[in-house]
């Protein structure tokens, strides 16, 4: 038994041995106050319990604690829970690099169960089946869940703690450091705060393998604090002894949990200050150096708002002309604020406007030009002329103008008699011609018709309109 007294109110025991059964001690076990970081009293307790071949177990465990404590050492100020859980990962890929370099080492592991005690709180991670303990006003309590076949087995309710101790399969192990699966570090969960008489037992599975709960109550409550390690590796050696055994145990005064919940206070008090007034700093200076880019003449801020004011006012606030300019006068004002010359409409913008007040002829313009000589056979027929034949029955003309034709014009240049087209005309006809002849029949009225046909034209045979 080795006693370390890292202060008045907290003492460290630890104990091992390599049990009746082995020809090595494969466990390993570390301590180390964390003297080095700033407002804390830090203390990390370390068990590893190897296992794989002649000797690698022995290997495996080594180099676990030695990492473990090495890392703490080198970058104390972490976060607790990160620190463990890296710490542990970083172990087990040192082990794997060793098994790769010396093929004899090949399948080593081990399990490890760390506990660090930091400002009156304590965390603790563990992969593999060592456990930790609390003792607390006579009750003893497991910190940890074993990462075996048998512990599903407990949880399941299929067996119970004294048949899983004797369980031929208690040694398979479903987490371990050095293994080629991916790891995964289980925390003891939210940080448990130290009350006065706490003691925080960290033991490999040559403990509790070997004696009951009730075995480890009466050993710790009846025997003084430098004997208890002592008397837990003597009471597995003599319950069978079949494997190595390692127990460490932190133990705390009855002053110390309050010591150091004031320290942290303090702590806590002197980090929160500092952060404030950082803050305000970092704030202050911001607004200073936004104030003088803006008052800056060159700041593009400046030549930005410049920009979009001068713009608004030019399109928005156009300069007041002196003379009102009639309604008729259509003026546009530019951004320079010269008004442009009145534009005179040319010959082929007036030939176009009058174009489109032109007018197509409607049905009621039809019916009146179509009476026009209508009214003529009458008279000539009261005079007993035959100038007026009767015309042939015709299809009413379309009022609608046939494609690729010129427009008809308008009624008032018909006043002057068509001219008589020539017989060698091409044969392309123009289709306006054909509204020039006499209307059909039926527009014209019967009653006002005379009532006998000349003789000299048969009624049967149609006869072309006289030539005007």
Known sequence: MSKATPSPSI??????????????????????????????????????????????????SSIAVREIVDYFQDDPNMEPDVALREAIELAASRILERAREEPSLTGMGTTCVCVLSLNGFVFAAHVGDSRIYLYRDGVLHRCTRDHSAVQRLVEAGILTEEEARNHPRQNVLSRVLGSEHPLYVELMGPPKKLLPGDRYILCSDGLHGEITDEKIIELVEDGPLDKITDNLVQAANDAGGNDNVTVQMLAFGESAPLE??????????????????????????????????????????????????????????????EHQSKPDERRQTTIAGRTPARRVPTQ??????????????????????SKAPVARCEANAKAGSTRCVAPTKRSAPSTKPAANT???????????????????????????????????????????????????????????????
């Open 260 to 321: 150091m919940a004031e320290e942290w206070q303090e702590f806590d008090d002197q980090v929160g200050g500092y952060v404030y007034y950082a803050t305000m700093v970092v704030l202050l200076f911001a607004m200073g150096y936004l104030a003088g880019w803006y008052s800056h003449e060159e700041s593009p801020a400046r030549r930005q708002l410049a920009h979009n004011t001068t713009k608004r006012h030019v399109v928005h606030h156009p300069p007041a002309r």
């Open 11 to 60: 003492e460290v025991y630890q104990s091992t041995d390599i049990g009746r059964r082995r020809h090595e001690n494969q466990d390993s076990m570390g301590y180390i106050k964390l003297s080095q970081i700033p407002y804390q009293d830090a203390h990390l307790l370390v068990v590893a319990d190897g296992m794989g071949g002649a000797s690698g177990g022995q290997v495996a």
């Open 348 to 369: 082929s913008r007036v030939r176009q406007s009058t174009k489109s007040r032109t007018k197509a002829p409607t049905r009621s313009m039809v019916q009146t030009r």
């Open 406 to 468: 010129r427009r008809t014009p308008p009624p008032a240049r018909r006043t002057q008699p068509p001219v008589k087209r020539s017989t060698t005309a091409p044969a392309q006809r123009v289709a306006p011609a054909k509204r020039r002849t006499a209307p059909p029949v039926r527009r014209v009225d019967a009653r006002k018709a005379p009532s006998s046909k000349p003789a000299s034209v048969p009624a049967s045979q149609p006869t072309k309109p006289p030539s005007r």
